[in-house]
């Protein structure tokens, strides 16, 4: 199985604290909807103290890689 972006955008928060190369994000996603090979999806991305520094919204086309 693939998957493809149709559309995808990004908002970043500001202003945010300060970021390391190696600080871990937290990320999470919720499928708002899906069926006949699309899926709209929203996600948040976390900074490592719990404050939002990002929100996602993604269309995705799900296809079979084997045809």
């Known amino acids: 199985m693939?998957?493809?972006?149709?559309?995808?955008n990004v908002e970043f928060i500001q202003p945010r604290d300060p970021l390391q190369a190696d600080d871990y994000l937290f990320y999470t996603c919720d499928v708002v909807q899906a069926d006949f090979g699309y899926?709209?999806?929203?996600?948040?991305?976390?900074?490592?103290?719990?404050?939002l520094l990002?929100?996602?919204r993604q269309?995705?086309?799900v296809y079979d890689k084997r045809g």
């Open 2 to 8: 693939g998957l493809n972006s149709q559309a995808w």
């Open 39 to 51: 899926a709209h999806t929203e996600a948040k991305i976390f900074h490592p103290n719990g404050q």
């Open 54 to 56: 990002a929100l996602s």
């Open 59 to 61: 269309l995705v086309g």
